[in-house]
Nanobody, 115 residues
Framework: QVQLVESGGGLVQPGGSLRLSCAAS????????MDWYRQAPGKQRELVAA???????NYPDSVKDRFTISRDNAKNTVYLQMNTLKPEDTAVYYCHTIRRGMNYWGQGTQVTVSS
């Protein structure tokens, strides 16, 4: 079965950095698009970064130039490097992929940006 396991969340001060990791299994990782979403309390889940199987990336304006998504196909892992973090980046971050038309999500990892 498909499993996505996130790690790397935590508490960081404003202006700091974190790198999230998502280890995938049960999929042909190199051929799978991978995304990172986040959900803050009381808000809808939103896309923060996407990477295609070919390595093309996409970001919303809210995180562009601060967040970088990357993938290591040898390790079946996708990363989210987050720099210049702001309090409004506080959320649970989820790894996501689609396989045969079905959506798969990780369990989420909490990121808290606070002084």
């Amino acid at each position: 079965q498909v499993q996505l396991v996130e790690s790397g969340g935590g508490l960081v001060q404003p202006g700091g950095s974190l790198r999230l990791s998502c280890a995938a299994s049960g999929i042909t990782f190199s051929m799978s698009p991978m995304d990172w979403y986040r959900q803050a309390p009381g808000k809808q889940r939103e896309l923060v970064a996407a990477i295609s199987s070919g390595g093309s990336t996409n970001y919303p304006d809210s995180v562009k130039d601060r967040f970088t998504i990357s993938r290591d196909n040898a390790k079946n892992t996708v990363y989210l490097q987050m720099n210049t973090l702001k309090p409004e980046d506080t959320a649970v971050y989820y790894c996501h992929t689609i396989r045969r038309g079905m959506n798969y999500w990780g369990q989420g990892t909490q990121v808290t940006v606070s002084s």
